[in-house]
């Protein structure tokens, strides 16, 4: 069993053009789903192709399984790569496309035919052994450039939005094909992507990426629970993050004056509640130990799990938003009042409600 | 059927039409010429030596041509594709003004650079000579071959996903075999293109040629060499070039027919081409 990590970065930067990576640390660690989340252009792909050998770090280095990878070629890296719209070679066919690696590294005929029917088993791809991609659906593509980067067993997997080209249906249940197979394989796998539930259904562990930096690297449970800025909470999920005026360690003043009871660091320069953590009270309610605030509603949407609320806070103006039960009679313009309660509240450090 | 494939496809058929209807009316005007009275090799251009010294000249200088554009156009094309270096915004300038210029522009300027210019001290200095020569014809082919075949394997390369490669060389392969066995299959009917293009291109030269090498028809055997005349190329033109002298001797049927020839073997260039083409990629 290897014990160091396949992929390690540390303090990796990078430069292409007008864009700069910037002192990226980072651990594959070994059989482990690791997660990069960020928007468009946040430099995700970047980090990917650094990492496959594109461009070489200005500072910091990169190490795969232990020796640093500096000067050395795409091919020389032992990475499984499946690219964006999986790239699969069109003049071959699926099983020429999965021979590609073993032959190119020239195994006997004899280890490539064995390799490519396991693979074929292992993916249930049997049936379009001899089609041409064209050929394929979406789902099948993805199989084929899983199996075509497994066939010469690279240290980890890179995966570069492998489901974003398909559409949300199908995109779940491939999500949960991925995870099965590496949890089969005991493989490490590096995923980049842009979607939230994505990162959520497959990661172990998620890195948050923004503007060239990691800005957080954590299990999923770390991540929504505690961001470590606004711009975290706000791209997973949370728009409950309020500037506060002052802090002491056992509550904090927000900017409109709301007093909110809560333990944590007085050093804090924002706060960040999940919209799922705020519960909507009964009239005459009074929840003990709990903050209680009184708005006006502003609108209701329905989603799928839950009715998304936006409570305008009176008196101040801060927008709150609430995630509340279906069936539950409420409207815009209703007058309600909601519980926080102290564990609720995360004390953010970093970068507070300015930023967006 | 996208909107823009159907205009292509008539765009396409009107082309084939005008093509047709041009080939018809030459072919018509040209029946004397080509059957005469007293069968095909009586009097008409098939029965010369020299019509088909020409034709053969033709033929065998157009390959040769696109085979050297290929060999150096296309892994040029890749590397025009695949890295943005300094020298290649030149390299564009150059190849535009090439394909801008009158061919016959692009002739004199060969005159001007193998006749006085570096290029002439290189002649002197191998001992070999181009300008006014047979092989000289290659030579202007293929720089205006050259320029329109690297603009369509180019085209083919930049369409092609930069991740395929990447792809190949995290597996395993080098730089080249990516290329090889990756690029270059996926690229093929750009390729093929480009390939027929510069042949076409080749074949129908007429300015460049006239001016770097003139023509041959009155020299004596003796000037041309073994290779020449085992080949059947000595003491002929080019059939563009022929076609033209033709004309200006006032033997207009006979460059009529010439014109019909050549146009003839260009169609039957592309016809073969384009079902070869649908073979190689299985539709």
């Known amino acids: 069993m290897v014990t160091e990590s396949p992929v390690r970065m540390e303090g990796v930067s990078v430069e292409v053009g007008a864009f700069r990576l910037r002192e990226v640390s980072l651990d594959v660690r070994p059989g482990e789903y690791l997660v990069v989340l960020g928007p468009t252009g946040c430099g995700k792909t970047v980090l990917l192709e650094t990492l496959l050998g594109l461009h070489p770090p200005v500072e910091g280095r990169i190490l795969l399984g232990g020796r640093d990878a500096a000067g050395r070629l795409p091919e020389e890296r032992d990475l499984g790569y499946i690219p964006q719209d999986y790239a699969l070679f069109p003049t071959m066919t699926v099983r020429r496309n999965l021979a590609f690696g073993p032959e190119i590294r020239g195994w006997s005929r004899q280890q490539v035919c064995s390799r490519v029917e396991e693979l074929l088993e292992l993916l249930g791809i049997a049936h379009l052994a001899e089609r041409h991609p064209a050929h394929l659906s979406g789902g099948e593509k993805q199989r084929v450039a899983m199996g075509r980067a497994l066939a010469v067993h690279p240290r980890t997997l890179i995966l570069d939005e492998p489901l974003s080209a398909l559409d949300s249906s199908r995109r779940s249940e491939l999500a949960g094909e991925l995870r099965g197979l590496q949890r089969r394989l005991e493989g490490s796998f590096l995923h980049v992507c842009h979607d939230l539930d994505e990162a959520l259904h497959l990661a172990d562990r998620m890195a948050v990426m923004r503007e060239g930096r990691l800005v957080q690297v954590g299990t999923p449970e770390e991540v929504l629970m505690r961001p470590t800025d606004g711009f975290v909470a706000r791209f997973t999920g949370n728009p409950n993050v309020f500037t506060i005026r002052s802090a002491s360690p056992n509550q904090v003043v927000l900017e409109d004056g709301t007093v909110l009871v809560c333990s944590g660091p007085s050093h804090a320069s924002a706060v960040a509640i999940r919209p799922e953590n705020l519960t909507l009270l009964a009239s005459e309610e009074e929840p003990e130990g709990a903050s209680v605030l009184e708005g006006r509603v502003k609108s209701v949407v329905r989603r799928a799990l839950a009715l998304e609320v936006q409570v305008l806070r009176s008196p101040g103006d801060t927008r709150w938003t609430l995630l509340v039960p279906h069936g539950r009679r409420i409207a815009a313009g209703d007058r309600v009042r909601f519980a926080v309660r102290p564990e609720a509240v995360w004390r953010l450090a970093g970068e507070g409600a300015s930023a967006s | ?283």
């Open chain 2, 1 to 283: 059927m996208s909107v823009e494939s159907v205009w292509f496809r008539r765009v396409l058929w009107a082309q084939l039409g005008a093509l047709v209807l041009a080939v018809s009316w030459l072919f018509a005007s040209n029946l004397d010429t080509l059957f005469p009275a007293g069968g095909p090799f009586a009097g008409g251009i098939l029965s010369r030596a020299d019509f088909w010294r020409s034709l053969n000249l033709s033929v065998l200088s157009a390959t040769a041509t696109a085979l050297v554009a290929a060999a150096l156009g296309i892994p040029a094309a890749w590397a025009l594709s695949r890295r943005a270096l300094a020298w290649h915004r030149g390299a564009d300038i150059l190849l535009g003004a090439i394909l801008a210029l009158p061919a016959s522009s692009v002739g004199l300027a060969l005159v001007l650079l193998f006749q006085y210019g570096p290029l002439d001290w290189l002649q002197a200095w191998l001992g070999v000579r181009v300008i006014y020569t047979l092989p000289g014809i290659l030579v202007a082919q293929l720089v205006l071959a050259l320029a329109l075949g690297l603009q369509a394997w180019r085209a083919a390369f930049e369409a092609l996903d930069p991740r395929l490669e990447l792809t190949a060389r995290t597996l395993g392969a080098n730089s080249f075999q990516a290329f090889w066995r990756v690029a270059l299959p996926a690229a093929r009917p750009g390729i093929l293109a480009g390939l027929v293009l510069a042949w076409l291109r080749a074949m129908a030269e007429f300015g460049a040629v006239l001016l770097f090498c003139s023509t041959f028809r009155e020299l004596p055997a003796s000037r041309f060499g073994e290779l020449a005349r085992w080949l059947h190329v000595d003491r002929a033109d080019l059939l563009a070039v022929a076609m033209w002298v033709e004309i200006e001797f006032g033997r207009v049927e006979a460059g009529m027919g010439m014109a019909f020839a050549l146009a003839m073997t260009c169609a039957a260039c592309v016809y073969l081409v384009r079902l070869n083409g649908g073979r190689i990629r299985g539709h």
